[in-house]
């Protein structure tokens, strides 16, 4: 399923970042970069996952495009269900955080909604 992405990355290292964060998030129990990283016995340095994604030299609609003709292919003519969730967070100053209504929950949540 990787090679489909390959042509977003102008470098191998790149596309080697893409797969270890791709694996890494469906693997750990924490979806920090510091933890998916330290899933792997031989593991790069964590900057340079940062940089990866906050210095992104690839396109995220291309990204996206990729996405949604790989489920099209899947699921011609059936119905896909996006299911979101909200990965709460402490920390005051931690990017991209924000309030959001867990209905799970019934509260008010500081964190991600992904």
């Not at 990017?95 to 959001?100: A, N």
């Amino acid at each position: 399923m990787s090679e489909d992405f390959t042509h977003l990355f102008d470098q191998e290292r790149q596309l080697i970042h893409f797969k270890r964060l791709m694996t890494g998030y469906v693997a750990a129990e924490k979806k920090t970069i510091a933890h998916m990283n330290g899933l792997f016995t031989f593991h790069t340095n964590q900057s340079n996952l940062n940089r990866f994604i906050t210095s992104a030299q690839w396109s995220e609609y291309e990204m996206n495009s990729v996405k949604i003709n790989m489920i099209n292919q899947v699921e011609s003519d059936g119905v896909v269900v996006l299911d979101d969730y909200i990965n709460e967070k402490h920390g005051e100053e931690i990017f991209g955080t924000d309030w959001h209504r867990d209905h799970a929950c019934n509260r008010n949540v500081w964190g991600w909604q992904i």
